[in-house]
């Protein structure tokens, strides 16, 4: 996935290069988190969508989130000087309808700003699937060829 999002977004010129800069686990993570986070606007926020941290100081944006009782979870920041809190969807379910009519009616009125910023992510439900119907596939067609061969020695 890293490699493709290279040759989409060209990142990195050279192929050795990136193969380089990503051996060294802070540029991979700088690399991991440039690529896999997106910037969207609330109004295209689909269900299902993973929201990534979105900072605040509105004190009045945890009762609302705490109220609807969705995927969004309020956490509490320690290190950064700038904004005291932060939420974000606390399961790879993302947001449900709740979330999403909140976060709208939130943006309407102007409590927080018009993009939100998501992490991307790939249904996994196919990749299982080929794995499995591979697996039997293989597995059965192995194991025929086993049986002949131990007939045959």
């Known amino acids: 996935m890293i490699f493709y ?23 991979f993570l700088f690399f991991v988190r440039v690529n896999f986070n997106r910037l969207i606007e609330v109004k295209d926020l689909e269900e299902g969508m993973i929201v990534n941290d979105y900072y605040f100081n509105n004190k009045d944006i945890i009762s609302l989130i705490n109220d609807v009782g969705g995927n969004l979870k309020v956490y509490r920041l320690k290190d950064d000087s700038n904004y005291s809190y932060c939420f974000k969807s606390i399961s790879a379910g993302g947001l449900t309808k709740k979330d ?51 007939l045959v020695v």
């Open 100 to 150: 999403m009519f909140l976060l709208k009616i939130m943006n309407s009125q102007n409590i927080i700003s018009n993009y939100v910023s998501i992490k991307l992510g790939f249904p996994f439900a196919p990749f299982i699937t080929a794995g499995l119907i591979t697996a039997i596939l293989f597995g059965d067609l192995i194991m025929i060829i086993s049986k002949h061969m131990i």
């Open 5 to 27: 999002l290279n040759v989409k977004n060209t990142v990195f010129d050279n192929g050795g290069e990136l193969f380089l800069n990503l051996l060294n686990y802070k540029n």
